[in-house]
C-alpha cells in the first residue's frame, strides 16, 4: 500500500463509501412474510406476489426492520426522523422485478430514519472520524449471476431470493483519504452493528460496498458492489494508480461508474456518467409514513447493548489491557466474544490478547478462515494458556499445538500427548542425555570447562537430543553441575 501512496503524492484523495448491510436478524422480508434466510436456497424459491412485484399485491412493514434501523442511526451518531416516508425510486433493471426500489428520499418531502452521524475509528494508531450522511431503510434487489466476467457474459441469470431482504444504506461524506482508511470504517461499522445484534457481516453478501473516490484535479469515479473489506482495499489502491497516472500524462479523469473485477482485479468502465440519473422518486401510496415517537427513540436507546467503544474502554478498565490491544480487539465482535469467553477460563487477559493478536490471526490467514469457522475454541485457547503456564510446554510448542488444533479441531493437551510433545523436566532422564551429550562432545566440554558461556553450545546439543523437549532451565541447570564436577576432580 506504500507504493499507492507514492503514487498519490502530491493529489489529495477523497473518498466516500455508500454501504448496503442486511439486516440479518430479521426473520422475514421487509414488505412480506418470505423467510429470509435464502442463501443456499435452491433460486427462486423464497418468494411470493410481493417480493416478485405482481400486481395487485400490496406489501406490509416489517415494524421491527424500522427499530433496527433507528438503533443503527443510534449508534452512529445520527439524528433519527420523527416522522419519514418510504418512496419508490424508478429504475429499470432485471434484478427489480417492480421496475422501482422502496426506499428512502432526502428530498421530495421525505427524510432517510437517521441523518447527520459520525463514526470515529482507529487508522494506523491514529484516531479518524468520518461523517455519515445518511441512514436508510430499503429493499434489496434479486441477485444476477453472470457467466463469467460481468463484461463478457453471453447472459444474465436472476434470482428473487434475495429481493425484498431489509437493507440499510449507509451514505458517508468524502471525509477517507486513503484506501485503507475506507478499510478500517468498514471493520468498525461491521463490528458497530454486530454489537448490535442486527447484523451478522460473516455471511456472504450481507454486506456490500460501493465507494466513489476523486483525486484533485480529477473527475468522481464510482465503483459499484465490493464485496469484502480487503476488495475495498484494493479496487481504491487500483484506482488511485489507475487515476494519477492520467493525471500525469495530462489526460482528464472522466466521471464514470466502474465495476470491481475480483479475479482480474482491475476495475473496468460500465457507464459515463453524464448527468445524475433520475430516479422519479415519489412517495410510496400502498404504505403509511412511519412516525418514530420520542418514547420509542428513548426505549431503544436504553435497551441498546454495549457498543464496541464502550467496550474497548471496559477491556481497558477490567483487564488492564493497552489501549491498543482493546482497540484491535474489539474491532471484531466475534474476536472480542472470544477474548472474554477465554479470559473467563484462564483468568490470563494479557496472554489471551497476545495468543489471539498474534498467532492465531496468523494461523486463520493461513488457513483462510474466520474466527467464527475456526475449530479453535474460547476452552482450547484457555487450555493451551494453562499448559504453558504449568511449564508443561515451551512457547515454542505451544506455537505447533496451536497450529495442529486449528487444523484438526483436537483438544491442545490430546495433540501434546499424541506428538509427544511434553517437555522433559524428570531429572533422572536429563540427566543421562546430558552424560550422553558430554561423552560425544569431548573438544566443547574442554571449551566449556574454560569459558562458561560456552556451555549454550552442550544445551543446543541436548535440545536437538530431545526434539526441543527437554525444559531448558533444568537442563542448564544439570550442565553447570556437571561441569563443576569436572573442574572439581581436575584441580
Ligand atoms: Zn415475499
Ligand atoms: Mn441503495
Redesign the pocket.
Known amino acids: 500500500m506504500r507504493a499507492v501512496e507514492a503514487a498519490a503524492e502530491g493529489l489529495k484523495v477523497r473518498i466516500g463509501l455508500e454501504v448496503h448491510c442486511q439486516i440479518t436478524s430479521l426473520k422475514t ?1 421487509l414488505f ?3 423467510p429470509s434466510d435464502y442463501r443456499g436456497k435452491p433460486p427462486n424459491s423464497h ?2 406476489p ?2 416478485l412485484g405482481l400486481p395487485g399485491s400490496l406489501p406490509v412493514l416489517n415494524w421491527k426492520a424500522v427499530e433496527y434501523a433507528v438503533m443503527a442511526a443510534l449508534a452512529l451518531n445520527c439524528k433519527v426522523s420523527r416522522r419519514t416516508l418510504f418512496m419508490r425510486k424508478n429504475y429499470f433493471y432485471p434484478d427489480l422485478p417492480k421496475n422501482f426500489q422502496i426506499s428512502q428520499y432526502d428530498r421530495a418531502g421525505g427524510a432517510p430514519i437517521g441523518s447527520d452521524g459520525y463514526l470515529e475509528f482507529m487508522v494506523e494508531k491514529k484516531r479518524k472520524t468520518v461523517r455519515i450522511r445518511r441512514v436508510h431503510l430499503e429493499e434489496d434487489p434479486g441477485k444476477l449471476s453472470y457467466k463469467g466476467a460481468i463484461d463478457t457474459s453471453p447472459y444474465t441469470l436472476v434470482d428473487y431470493n434475495r429481493a ?1 431482504i431489509a437493507l440499510l444504506e449507509i451514505v458517508t461524506e468524502p471525509d477517507m483519504e486513503n484506501p485503507r482508511e475506507a478499510r478500517a470504517f468498514l471493520q468498525k461499522l461491521r463490528s458497530t452493528l454486530e454489537h448490535l445484534g442486527i447484523f451478522n457481516g460473516g455471511l456472504e453478501g450481507a454486506m456490500r460496498c460501493d465507494a466513489n473516490i476523486s483525486l484533485e484535479g480529477g473527475g468522481r469515479v464510482e465503483i459499484k458492489n465490493i464485496s469484502s473489506f480487503k476488495d475495498v482495499e484494493k479496487a481504491l489502491s487500483f484506482e488511485v494508480v489507475r487515476q494519477r497516472d492520467l493525471l500525469k500524462k495530462g489526460i482528464a479523469v472522466r466521471s464514470e461508474t466502474r465495476h470491481w473485477d475480483e479475479n482480474r482485479r482491475i476495475t473496468v468502465s460500465l457507464r459515463v456518467k453524464e448527468e445524475e440519473q433520475d430516479y422519479r422518486y415519489f412517495p410510496e401510496p400502498d404504505l403509511t409514513p412511519i412516525e418514530i415517537s420520542e418514547e420509542t427513540i428513548r426505549r431503544l436507546q436504553s435497551e441498546m447493548p454495549e457498543l464496541p467503544d464502550a467496550r474497548r474502554e471496559r477491556f481497558i478498565r477490567q483487564y488492564g489491557l493497552p489501549p491498543y490491544d482493546a482497540e484491535v480487539l474489539t474491532s471484531d465482535r466475534a474476536m472480542a466474544d472470544f477474548f472474554e469467553d477465554c479470559v473467563k477460563l484462564c483468568g490470563k487477559p494479557k496472554a489471551a490478547a497476545n495468543w489471539l493478536m498474534g498467532d492465531v490471526l496468523q494461523v486463520l490467514y493461513s488457513l483462510n478462515q474466520d474466527l467464527a469457522e475456526s475449530k479453535l475454541t474460547p476452552a482450547y485457547l484457555a487450555e493451551l494458556i494453562g499448559l504453558m503456564d504449568k511449564g508443561e510446554i515451551s512457547i515454542k510448542i505451544a506455537k505447533k499445538v496451536l497450529w495442529e488444533t486449528m487444523k484438526t479441531g483436537k483438544p491442545p493437551s490430546l495433540v501434546v500427548e499424541e506428538k509427544g510433545w511434553k517437555r522433559i523436566a524428570d531429572e533422572n532422564k536429563l540427566r543421562s542425555i546430558v552424560e550422553k551429550v558430554f561423552s560425544e562432545n569431548v573438544k566443547a566440554v574442554e571449551d566449556a570447562l574454560r569459558d562458561p558461556k560456552a556451555a549454550h553450545y552442550l544445551v543446543g546439543k541436548v535440545m536437538e537430543a530431545t526434539g526441543g523437549m527437554a525444559d531448558p532451565e533444568t537442563t542448564y541447570r544439570l550442565i553447570s553441575e556437571r561441569l563443576k564436577a569436572l573442574r572439581g576432580s581436575a584441580s
Do not use: H
Request: hydrophobic share 20%; net charge positive.
Open positions: 422480508k412480506c412474510s418470505c418468494v411470493c410481493v417480493c425484498g
